[in-house]
């Protein structure tokens, strides 16, 4: 995309952003800057064939919403995460589903000479399934905080601004929430694995 010559090509968010209040098309570096991190976060919550549509939706309700946009906050992620999580909120129960599903790796049982591939493809399988369904067992609340810093590694300032709630309650949401998957996860055999996504900070 050509970008204008008053929109410095390494301009922060909130410049694009105010830029665009009077040049719409300046909003495009947006898109061009954050659709793939946002993509990739809607794909994990509610499945790829959902994702490009919310993906679309998301870019189209912070265009619409721009004029409100508050530019002491430079990085717009926290921003579109939020419009990103409320719209997923519409899915929640096609999510329960697809966060069961989704994650199943397809393995060739009759293929010869692999057994040992085999074999690791089920064990990742099966450790996926039962993150999977301790993930979907979650509160709705509680695994929109957890996803967004164990998937998108934003921080607890950054949650709180995508969520519109103290960082407080990121913190005690975060802490329910892996409280909930370790015992989940505590019953199976692949506790183990989850170590560094549920380490305490």
Do not use: C
């Not at 998301?58 to 939020?82: H, K, M, N, V």
């Not at 057994?115 to 301790?134: E, M």
């Not at 949650?159 to 409280?179: K, W």
């Amino acid at each position: 995309m050509r970008v204008r010559a008053d929109t410095p090509l390494r301009a922060d968010d909130a410049a694009i952003i105010e830029a665009s209040r009077s040049q719409p098309e300046e909003f495009a570096v947006l898109f061009d800057r954050h659709a793939p991190l946002i993509h990739r976060y809607i794909a994990r919550r509610v499945g790829i064939q959902s994702a490009e549509d919310l993906v679309a939706e998301t870019f189209l309700a912070a265009f619409r919403r721009r004029i409100r946009y508050e530019t002491s906050q430079r990085d717009a992620r926290p921003w579109l995460y939020g419009i990103a999580t409320h719209l997923i909120s519409q899915y929640r129960r096609e999510e329960s589903r697809q966060l069961r599903v989704r994650l199943a790796v397809s393995v060739d049982l009759a293929e010869p000479g692999h057994s040992d591939r085999v074999a690791g493809d089920l064990t990742a399988s099966a450790v996926r399934g039962v993150l999977a369904a301790a993930l979907a067992e979650l509160p709705e609340r509680e695994r929109d905080v957890l996803v967004l810093i164990a998937w998108e590694q934003l921080s607890y300032d950054e949650v709180a601004t995508a969520l519109r709630i103290p960082v407080g309650t990121v913190r005690s949401r975060l802490s329910r929430a892996r409280a909930r998957v370790r015992e989940a996860l505590a019953r199976t055999e692949h506790a183990a694995t989850f170590k560094e996504i549920l380490r305490n900070e």
